[in-house]
């Protein structure tokens, strides 16, 4: 049973936002050949299919940072990361690493005392840490530097003001809405007595001015008119709950936790100093968390098994997955995102996917000093470019590829980072996703993010779209490049993709609701969408400059589950 017919009720008479299914798509279209198909996928297909076959590449280790990955899913149990330096749950560090128990990656967000689910977005931490310092202070008191801390402080509570204030408004109506409609089709239910729910048996029931009886005969009847079928009232709620449930968890996470400036997790679970940024040594060995739905879908877009009749195929085969937990339900912490970056590279990653993002930074400088370290060690980086249709030419959007300061004779910006757009399978002016970021100078091409199927959680499948998905599919290109073509280094692996982008010459709906059309290729750097074959195709004629493997100590790796639950560090 389809659930539009429910929003579309909701709108009509209670000015909530409409929620429309997708229309049919493959649910593999992301791997998908433009010309054999008529949706712009990455050719991966096609690519195994021809060049590829009979072709055995090396193992490739793509680290995950993010919410958490279900290590034991049916389609990601196998190309799981495992270090071999660890004997399993064991309570001893093997490899000496200073992570204890790390078997399939590290969990930066959790402690002795478990995990944390939702945290602040960081304009409320920094706020919170403003007014510690600004909230008895009057202008004529600060210094100039102080002063302009002091309006951005205050520019920041406004900010947060108005959002709580608007997330706890809508969080009442939702919640106001639900009860309403349950109440009415509790009414519609006991004036049908057991009767099927047919047209004819609901144009029967007279409702005699009860408003809550009208309203439901107006949503049944609206869905029949719709060719709706139900088995009845009772499966028409459940599936109403879980739809507006939805909402209703979004706008409670906003209220009562991300725009909360008394609401602050970090100290009683994880634990550490968080003072102190250069602390590396905290957290625990839970890679999967308690939400771990995000990060299963990027897990399986990038390396779910390919070809075993179960469930779908990610974009890369030989590819192992490090989960390194670091992103909560909020914006995940500088200090987190750093260390994650260096636990991947210490332990063998040579891509790592990072499918998050946030408008503000608290401490940019050891999230550079990560980046930097990851280029030195030849590590390619897969950002997300972010889901609020804005420019980040001029937005700003964390972290990024631009180092804050420039070291002597150094770079401005990273030379191993690739940034990521959302492409539509609709095409034509509908080819860049509504929702995506885009920019000439700081995002660099486009690939699949709309309806992709995948993984998530407990052996099930299902759709997700946003750059967060973009994202891993072109880390599961770059994996490709770099298991087939090893000899290709990081930066060699972004050069191509880069070059080999299929150019879309057109104009697209801008981003947005402006309604403007732009030409596509003023969204990003390359101006075009991400494609395997034609990598793999140049990739072949390169002479790769990649530097022997820098395989460490305690970062040696095997395959397949460990199939064995998580133990706290200490």
Known sequence: MKLKFYMLFLTTFLSLPLIIAQDAVPDNWFNLDAAESGVQGVSAEKLYGSLLKNRTGERVIVAVIDSGVDAEHEDLKDVMWVNAGEVPNNGI?????????????????????????????????????????????????????????????????????????????????????????????????????????????????????????????????DALSKGENFESIDAIKKDFDGQLGDAIKYYDTQANYQYNPDFDPRSSIVGDNYADQNERIYGNNDVEGPDAFHGTHVAGIIAAVRNNETGMNGVADNVQIMSVRAVPDGDERDKDVANAIRYAVDNGASIINM????????????????????????????????????????????????YEKKKFFGKKQARNWIEVGALSWKGGEDA???????????????????????????????????????SPVVAGVAAILRSYFPTLSARQVKEILMETVVPLNQKVNKPGKSGELVPFSNLSVSGGTINALKAAEKAAKVKGKRKKSRLKKGARSGSGSSKKKPVAAA
Do not use: C
Request: glycine share 8%; charged share 30%; aromatic share 8%.
């Open 93 to 221: 560090d093997d490899d000496k690493n200073g992570y204890v128990d790390d078997v399939h990656g590290w969990n930066f967000i959790g402690g002795k005392n478990g995990n944390i689910d939702k945290d602040n977005l960081e304009i409320t931490r920094l706020y919170r840490k403003f007014h510690a310092k600004y909230k008895d202070a009057t202008l004529t008191s600060l210094s100039d530097k102080d002063k302009k801390e002091y309006a951005q402080y205050k520019k920041m509570e406004k900010i947060i003001e108005d959002k709580r204030k608007s997330a706890s408004e809508q969080l009442a109506q939702m919640e106001s809405t639900k009860m309403l409609v349950m109440e009415a089709l509790d009414m519609v239910d006991e004036a049908l007595d057991g009767k099927a729910i047919t047209n004819e048996n609901i144009n029967a029931i007279e409702p005699g001015g009860n408003r809550s009886l009208v309203i439901g005969k107006n949503i049944i009847s």
């Open 355 to 402: 499918s998050f993002g946030k408008g503000y930074s608290w401490n940019k400088k050891i999230v550079d000093d990560a980046v930097r370290y990851a280029e030195k060690h030849d590590v390619l980086l897969v950002h997300a470019a972010g889901n609020s249709s804005e420019n980040t030419d001029i937005s700003d959007n964390f972290p990024n590829d631009t």
């Open 432 to 470: 860049a996703a509504g929702f995506s970021n885009y920019g000439k100078t700081n995002v660099d091409l486009f690939a699949p993010g709309v309806a992709i199927y995948s993984t998530i959680p407990d052996d099930n499948y299902g759709e997700a779209q946003g750059t967060s998905m973009a």
